[in-house]
Structure formats: C-alpha cells, structure tokens
C-alpha cells in the first residue's frame, strides 16, 4: 500500500462554501448592467401609475349630501388634476427626471455626470415635495371645502391616502436609485482609443546630393556689371 495516499491533502486543496459564494452572487448582480434598465422600467411603470391613480379619497355620507333621510355612503376621488400647484410642481419635476434618467442610460459619456447631478437634485425636491404631501392628503378633503366639514362630524367624512401618491413616492425612489446604479456599473465602458496610423518607412531612401552652385543674384558692387551666371 502506497503510504502517501493515506496523507492528508494540502491546505490549498480544501473547497470552502457559504459566505464567499454569496457575496460573488450579489457582487455580480450589482455589477449588471442590465439593472439600471430594469429599475429605470419600474420607476417608469410607477410614475404612469400615479398620473392615472387617485391621490386620495373620501368617503362621505349620503346624509351629508342630500337632506332628505338618504343612507349609505359615496366614495369621492381626487386626481392629479385636483391637486393644484403640488400637481403641476410634480409633473415638473418627473419631467426633469426623467430626462435626466435618459441621459444618464443612453447618452454621451460626457454629459453624463452633470445628468446625474441633475436628477438627484430633481428627485430630491420631488421626494420632499411628495412627503410633505403625506399629512394634508390624510387630514382633509381637497374636493370637500374646510369650512363645510367643520359643521360635520368625523365619522360623516373620512379621508384617506389614494394609490397615486405612493405609486409617485416609489416612482422618484426607483429613480433615484437608477441614477445611482449607473455609476457602479458603467465604470468600465470607455470606448477603446483607435489605434496609431501605422507610418511606413520608403521602400528606398532619398539620395541627397550638395554640389556648389553660382549664386543667381549680382552683388551690389556690380550693378553695372552684366549679369553672369
């Protein structure tokens, strides 16, 4: 019997599992280029999402409305559209964004850290205009007047937070987060210079011959000399 097969193997043989393996799996995933796509679509999805959903809604009580004993409840929507100057300051600045987003994917390596910048700054002012909105979408109606619900108990109006503002807030989130993707997954994509114009030497080289000529011009002593060449 061979005495060396009964050895242990060497350190470097032993195959280690878990950790490692893991970290390799997300350091790949985050190094995809196709993840700045995706979460750019999502983001896109997210924001049709919030032009076409309510932003809030509000259920009021029939009696409310008509004085003539009517019972149940009817559920009033507010768009986009009804929000005012926080609607139009939105749509402002997803447009913004969103150029921004596209420049960043597809265009020029040159102008793409001042797109960055851009849409980092549009989504911030969007994320805090978004979440100011929060608390007065959840308080009070904006298509039923202030005045009037103060007549009115709670239980006849109830207001409450719509699909469309956190389709928007998941929108400039996923945006913001597309924006950053690329600069951890384009670091590499530098076009490759063209290469040198190669210069071929001649085929012979040049034969120079320096021999004494008479000069063509007279002297200034000679100018009623004729002319000898």
Request: aromatic share 4%; hydrophobic share 45%; with cysteine.
């Amino acid at each position: 019997m061979d005495p060396m097969a009964s050895e242990p193997p060497p350190d470097d043989t032993v195959i280690s599992f878990g950790e490692p393996t893991r970290r390799s799996v997300l350091r790949d995933l985050g190094t995809d280029r196709r993840l700045p796509m995706l979460t750019a679509s999502l983001a896109a999805v997210a924001a049709f999402g919030s032009l076409i959903s309510e932003w809030q809604t509000t259920t009021v009580n029939e009696a409310v409305i008509n004085s003539e004993g009517a019972t149940g409840s009817r559920v009033l929507t507010t768009g986009l559209i009804d929000l005012g100057a926080p609607g139009a300051g939105y749509l402002a600045g997803l447009l913004v964004m969103t150029t921004a987003i596209v420049l960043v994917l597809f265009g020029p390596a040159a102008g793409k850290g001042h797109a960055r910048l851009a849409g980092f700054a549009a989504g911030g002012v969007l994320l805090a205009l978004l979440l100011a909105l929060v608390g007065p979408l959840g308080d009070f109606s904006l298509l039923i007047p202030r005045y009037f619900t103060m007549e009115v108990s709670g239980e006849e109006i109830r207001v409450a937070h719509g699909r469309g503002l956190w389709c928007a807030i998941a929108a400039v989130g996923l945006g913001l987060i597309a924006l950053q993707l690329p600069a951890a997954t384009t670091t590499d994509d530098v076009r490759p210079a063209a290469p040198a114009r190669k210069v071929e030497a001649p085929d012979e080289p040049l034969d120079l011959t320096i021999s004494p000529a008479t000069p063509f011009a007279s002297h200034p002593g000679d100018l009623d000399q004729p002319h000898r060449s």
